[in-house]
C-alpha cells in the first residue's frame, strides 16, 4: 500500500506518478503478478485538506523461485524507504 496525505487530486496523482514512474519500473515489475489489480482507498474527510489521507494498494506476490525470507525482506526494504 502506497499512502499519502494531502487535497485531492492533486496530491494522489503526484502520488500516481511516483508509484508508476519510481517504484513499478524499479520493483514493481518483479513484485506484482499479472499487474490486473490495483485499488484507490479514500478515508472519510474533507478531500480538499491538507491532512486528508489515502492511499493506492497495489498487490504484491512472492516470485517464482524466490523464498518467503527473500519475499519478506522485499516487504521491509519497502517499508523502510517509505514506500509501503
Same mark, same amino acid.
Given at each position: 500500500m502506497?499512502s499519502?496525505?494531502? /487535497?485531492l487530486?492533486?496530491? #494522489? &496523482? ?7 514512474? @519510481? ?5 514493481? &515489475? ?19 485538506? /491538507?491532512?486528508?489521507?489515502?492511499? %493506492?494498494?497495489?498487490? %504484491?506476490? &512472492? /516470485?517464482?523461485? &524466490?523464498? @518467503?525470507?527473500?519475499?519478506? @525482506?522485499?516487504?521491509?526494504?519497502? #517499508? %523502510?524507504?517509505? %514506500?509501503?
Amino acid at each position: 500500500m502506497f499512502s499519502a496525505k494531502g /487535497p485531492l487530486p492533486g496530491s #494522489l &496523482q503526484a502520488l500516481n506518478t511516483q508509484v508508476w514512474q @519510481e517504484w513499478y519500473p524499479n520493483e514493481g &515489475q518483479k513484485d506484482m503478478g499479472n499487474g490486473n489489480a490495483m485499488l484507490e482507498v479514500y478515508s472519510p474527510g474533507d478531500m480538499q485538506s /491538507p491532512d486528508y489521507e489515502y492511499g %493506492i494498494w497495489v498487490p %504484491i506476490c &512472492q /516470485p517464482a523461485g &524466490q523464498s @518467503e525470507q527473500e519475499a519478506a @525482506e522485499t516487504v521491509s526494504t519497502m #517499508l %523502510i524507504t517509505g %514506500i509501503l
